[in-house]
């Protein structure tokens, strides 16, 4: 199937699927999947790949196979440790 108009192919995407005889990288060939998500979600998703270097699916596969693991940003807001005031000088 040809990319849709506009859309860039990354040379990880069709290096996963088996096309012209090639090897799968994981056991067992990708398949095409449908998902639904926002145009803000998907932007999202096109960032995160871009910024690792990764095709959306691959980063999918990855988040999938738990290689990248995820944190809720609530969560890891409340992890985040808490500026000490006590040592500071009052004016």
Request: no cysteine; aromatic share 4%.
């Amino acid at each position: 199937m040809p990319p849709s108009k506009g859309t860039q192919l990354h040379p990880n995407s069709l290096a996963n699927l088996k096309l012209g005889g090639g090897e799968p990288r994981y056991e067992e060939p990708k398949k095409q999947r449908n998902i639904q998500v926002t145009s803000a979600g998907w932007e999202g998703f096109r960032a995160i790949a871009k910024e690792r270097g990764l095709s959306l699916s691959e980063l999918i596969e990855q988040i999938g196979r738990r290689k990248i693991t995820l944190t809720d940003a609530e969560e890891q807001s409340r992890k985040q440790p808490t500026a000490n005031l006590s040592g500071m000088a009052r004016l």
